[in-house]
């Protein structure tokens, strides 16, 4: 049987970003808080007819009555799954709030260290291509031309790259 709002919502109810059993299944009383925290990715599932689905993608199609391609954690927080958080996304937006990856030679996000030219390179995804910035001699203005670029090309789901929001 397919996921559908209706369904969800008989089987929970959502309050302040949790979701509750609305009935008693095996283990899980009614009232009690449904969903596993999975410490790898610091977000929450939960098994509906012996499939998982993460918690996250439950509550925004119990409110919205479809599921998205991606559904994006606007302050970054996995675990904060209250429905002002939640957004739909494509993959580019999605990967556009990231943090900054933990390979970054420069620990900005979207400049990099070019060997060639010994210049921070900035270079930024948009409309799926990779755009360049530019070099510079200063890690410091390399980096808020990133932050302009991000800001200009990503619009609401630009992220510079920090922890969460």
Request: hydrophobic share 35%; net charge positive.
């Amino acid at each position: 049987m397919p996921l559908s709002k209706e369904m969800l919502n008989e089987l929970f109810e959502y309050r302040d970003g949790e979701i509750y059993y609305k009935v008693s299944r095996s283990r899980n009383k009614a009232g009690s808080k449904a969903g596993t925290y999975r410490p790898h990715d610091n977000a929450y599932q939960v098994i509906i007819n012996g499939k998982h689905y993460l918690t996250h993608r439950i509550v925004f199609m119990m409110h919205h009555g479809y599921l998205p391609q991606f559904v994006d954690h606007i302050d970054r927080n996995r675990s904060n799954n209250k429905i002002e958080n939640l957004r739909e996304a494509s993959l580019e937006q999605n990967a556009q709030n990231a943090k900054v990856r933990k390979d970054a030679t420069s620990g900005v996000k979207g400049v990099s260290w070019s060997k060639v030219d010994k210049v921070w390179r900035v270079r930024v995804q948009a409309n799926g291509k990779r755009k360049d910035f530019g070099g510079f001699k200063d890690l410091e203005l390399a980096e808020l031309v990133a932050m302009e670029a991000r800001h200009k090309y990503h619009g609401n789901y630009a992220n510079n790259g920090l922890g969460v929001k």
